[in-house]
């Protein structure tokens, strides 16, 4: 059995429940390819986010994955950390910070 790494499946629509029904549907047509190709995601590591510029009433959406519901987020890592509203803006304030130390560090170690 062979694990897939790394995979983003990105869907849009006019609604939430649009957007639902269409990840649900190819979803269930990867994990068939999936299958077929003895590869396996793993249902924990799956997580389900939805980016929006709207404030919506209707936020919540349940994805499913081998029949289990996949975990909403609002914010994931994924080549960085990326929020509900597509911005990577706790990935900058996390990458300062770690500038900010190394920078003492080295500051440290010349003295």
């Given at each position: 059995?062979?694990?897939a790494h790394d995979l983003i499946l990105a869907t849009r629509g006019n609604s939430v429940r649009a957007v639902e029904n269409y990840s649900n549907v190819e979803l269930s047509k990867i994990n068939g390819w999936a299958k077929t190709n003895k590869i396996q995601f793993n249902d924990t590591?799956?997580?389900v986010i939805l980016v929006s510029r709207r404030k919506r009433k209707e936020n919540?959406?349940?994805?499913?994955?081998?029949?289990?519901?996949?975990?909403q987020?609002?914010?994931?890592?994924?080549?960085?950390?990326?929020?509900?509203?597509?911005?990577?803006?706790?990935?900058?304030?996390?990458?300062?910070e770690m500038r900010k130390t190394n920078t003492q560090l080295i500051k440290k170690r010349r003295n």
């Open positions: 059995m062979t694990y590591k799956s997580k919540k959406t349940t994805v499913y994955q081998n029949n289990k519901p996949l975990e987020v609002t914010q994931m890592k994924y080549l960085g950390i990326l929020d509900h509203k597509f911005r990577f803006h706790e990935h900058n304030i996390r990458s300062r």
